[in-house]
């Protein structure tokens, strides 16, 4: 009699253990499955995440820094306690820095403008200063420069100069909050003539949320006609529903302009059937800017409810009728609840998509109604101040993501449906 | 199927063939690219400038538009990859590129050009003047035949109700307040460097504030006056001439303190073309292209050798026109180079509460 081992590990048709093969086929399915998922994850990288990333850097690293353009100065500084003016060491590095600054000429003026940021008016005295350094062959400096100009007598500027000399800086992204440093470097709130960002962001969130809210309410109701009726009409409104989907976002944002204006179609029809006798203001003001909005919004929130209502089977309100639901209980304990992934998708859509908006609130909405990428575009574009650019945009982002976690703690994105 | 092979590759063969021919484009003939401010000025210079320019050397002139944001030329300059050759850039943008050193100085010896002929001249090292523009006040004389006689009719909210079209900018808004206010007008700059200056300014702004409609693009104004939108607005000059006489609209011009102020040609510091913006550049500031300019647009040209061949059907309606010139007030390009930024920094701050 032979007597055979029982073999406890199980294995396949060619000997190889059924635990490795397992393993294996579970391999080539990962390294299939993250073959298709690289590129996108890729590009999404590449695009997406490092440039923000540097937009991030941009806000605290200033871009402008003094580092660079007054390096020995930057260093002196370092010393300096604050109190009183810095020493003659400081002012002699100073000047050295201006003297090359004024040969290369360009960098004198960059100078300027940093401290122009903190100190209005100062820029025209750096590049007065560093002509008139140029002039001077030796030291003492201290007396010299104070004498070239007063400001430099002032412990105040000093100040500033130490502050923007160093390589990671909170300037920016106080400035985006209205908050500034004083002379002692303590932070101060920005008197109110000159405060506005606080405002800005608290109106961009509040546009957003009255857009959200538009475009839910009347988002809604067309959503649940176009998932009930009969596939030809409901194809022939869906159509009606895209088409202004399809148009070039500028071309319906100067349609309502022509609609909304004074003299424009919506004021002479309200006259025309008497309703008015006036002309009323409907543009260059918030209520033209939301109606625009909503407009334009109103497919992105109306899609997704569609979607998720068009999976909802009719035999659930016909049983809880039956059951003897009246018509509205059965529609808000049976219906509705089924349709909420569909209201966060679209709702949440919207919303993130109105926080961003420029071109339509540029174009319908008066300066009062002009939302927080306005001012990016600003700092941006005009004022080449990309600190600020990036500071605005990094605020935005944060808020963005905090209002996006709370909703994921209130609704929750794993309940969130697109169709 | 039987389309595959033979008719994939005699495309592949039909598509090499014509990347091939695309590449071997004739060479010698080069492409300048010219970025302005768009809308009927750009017209004019196309008229005037880019066509003839064209035709007269072979070289192309590539177009581009925006308005005044010159931070894609310091973002080019300063990557290196300069694309724009020729910028129109107003003086404020042109000083402040210049002292940040992001355009090229002007060899004028390179130019060819004389730069005593030139009004304006000796203001910006880095640029070429072009033209000679102006901020004034227009009004449809249709709907309002009597209209307004000053620059401080903007602020008479009793006299001409309804609502005023400025731009959303600091620039002549402010010096137009303070001359409203009583500033004489050889004095406005020197108030308006002071601190008080600027509150007083502000100050008579905020008695319209309310009745405003801030436009941005030098496009707007005409659009905003011929749809009813304002009463009256500030714009540019030639911009209003161009609806009077292209769009037959009835639009009447105040000059009384008609902001003036340049415009200049300038190059991207580094950029690949600066030979041949040079010559482009020497060629549109000859006096007869200049006065030819004025056929399109009205804007003064700022090559005084132009003016004597200008049509004199044109000349009224110039800025330099002597009966304009009367209380003229010249945009000052130091003061603004100097305080440009902290007081749109200020009108910003005013306009967002």
């Not at chain 1, 800086?169 to 960002?197: G, H, K, Q, V, W």
């Not at chain 2, 304006?120 to 004389?141: F, M, Q, R």
């Amino acid at each position: 009699m032979v007597s055979t081992t029982v073999d406890r590990v199980a294995r396949t048709a060619d000997g190889v253990p059924l635990k490795v093969k397992l393993q294996q086929a579970e391999r080539k399915r990962k390294l299939r499955a993250v073959a298709l998922v690289l590129p996108l994850f890729l590009f999404i990288v590449a695009g997406f995440v490092v440039p923000i990333s540097i937009m991030l850097f941009n806000s605290v690293h200033d871009p402008e820094g003094l580092r660079t353009l007054m390096p020995k100065t930057s260093v002196a500084l370092q010393s300096w306690d604050g109190q009183d003016l810095p020493s003659e060491e400081v002012f002699a590095a100073f000047a050295e820095d201006l003297k090359v600054a004024q040969i290369a000429k360009n960098p004198v003026a960059a100078i300027g403008k940093r401290l122009n940021y903190e100190m209005p008016g100062i820029r025209s005295k750096v590049i007065a200063t560093g002509r008139a350094v140029a002039k001077l062959e030796q030291g003492p400096y201290k007396e010299a420069l104070i004498k070239i100009n007063a400001v430099w007598g002032e412990r105040a500027t000093w100040a500033v100069i130490q502050r923007s000399s160093r390589v990671f800086t909170s300037f920016y992204l106080l400035n985006a909050l209205d908050y500034r440093f004083d002379e002692n470097n303590e932070i101060f709130r920005r008197p109110a003539a000159d405060s506005i960002y606080q405002d800005i962001f608290v109106r961009t969130i509040a546009i957003s949320i009255m857009v959200t809210t538009a475009t839910l309410l009347l988002g809604f109701p067309v959503a649940y006609l176009l998932a009930t009726l009969p596939l030809r009409t409901s194809n022939l409104l869906m159509i009606m529903v895209l088409l202004p989907f399809w148009t070039s976002l500028l071309v319906r944002t100067t349609a309502w302009v022509v609609l909304l204006q004074t003299q424009g179609v919506v004021n002479d029809i309200l006259i025309w059937v008497g309703i008015l006798n006036e002309r009323v203001q409907l543009i260059f003001n918030r209520g033209g800017t939301i109606v625009a909005m909503t407009h334009i919004q109103l497919p992105f929130t109306l899609l997704p409810i569609y979607s998720v209502m068009k999976t909802i089977s009719p035999t659930h309100v016909r049983a809880a009728r039956s059951l003897g639901a009246g018509q509205f209980y059965a529609f808000w304990r049976v219906y509705f609840p089924q349709t909420i992934p569909g209201i966060a998708a679209g709702s949440l859509l919207t919303f993130i998509l109105s926080l961003g908006y420029y071109i339509t609130p540029a174009l319908v909405g008066g300066p009062k109604d002009q939302m927080i990428s306005y001012f990016v575009a600003l700092y941006t574009n005009r004022e080449l101040n990309w600190g600020m650019a990036s500071a605005l945009g990094g605020i935005l982002l944060v808020a963005t993501l905090i209002l996006y976690f709370v909703y994921n703690k209130l609704i929750g994105v794993d309940r969130m449906k697109f169709g | 199927m039987r389309i595959g092979i033979l008719s994939t590759s005699s495309l592949v063969l039909a598509g090499l063939t014509a990347l091939a021919l695309g590449a071997a484009s004739p060479a010698a003939a080069e492409d300048l690219t010219v970025v302005s401010w768009g809308g009927s000025y750009q017209a004019s210079q196309r008229e005037a400038f880019f066509k003839p320019f064209a035709k007269d050397t072979g070289n192309k002139i590539l177009e581009e538009e925006y308005n005044g944001e010159i931070a894609k030329v310091r973002a080019m300059v300063e990557t290196g990859n300069v694309s724009w050759d020729v910028v129109d850039l107003d003086t404020r943008s042109a000083l402040a590129a210049c002292a940040e050193g992001i355009i090229e100085t002007i060899d004028w010896g390179k130019l060819g050009l004389d730069k005593s002929k030139f009004i304006g001249g000796d203001v910006n090292e880095c640029g070429v003047p072009n033209i000679l523009y102006s901020w004034v006040l227009a009004y449809d004389k249709d709907k309002t035949p009597n209209g307004p006689t000053s620059s401080a009719d903007i602020f008479d909210l009793q006299k001409f109700p309804g609502k005023r079209g400025l731009q959303k900018a600091a620039i002549v808004n402010l010096e137009w307040a303070l001359l409203a206010d009583g500033v004489a007008l050889a004095d406005v700059y020197k108030v308006l460097a002071t601190k008080e200056g600027v509150d007083r300014a502000f100050k008579k702004l905020d008695t319209i504030k309310g009745q405003v409609v801030w436009w941005e693009a030098g496009a707007q104004p005409p659009q905003l006056l011929a749809d009813g939108e304002v009463v009256m607005t500030t714009g540019w000059n030639g911009r209003f001439f161009n609806a009077v006489r292209d769009d037959h609209k009835n639009f009447g011009i105040v000059w009384d303190h008609q902001g003036m102020d340049w415009d200049w040609w300038t190059m991207p510091k580094g950029g690949p073309k600066v030979d041949l913006a040079y010559e482009f550049i020497s060629y549109a500031s000859q006096p007869m292209a200049m006065a030819n300019q004025t056929k399109w647009i009205s804007y003064g040209p700022a090559n005084k050798d132009a003016v004597p061949n200008i049509e004199a059907a044109t000349l009224p309606d110039l800025p330099t026109a002597p009966d304009n010139m009367g209380t003229a007030l010249l945009l000052d390009p130091q003061f603004w180079a100097d305080h440009n930024e902290e007081l749109n920094e200020r009108f910003n701050a005013w306009l967002a509460q």
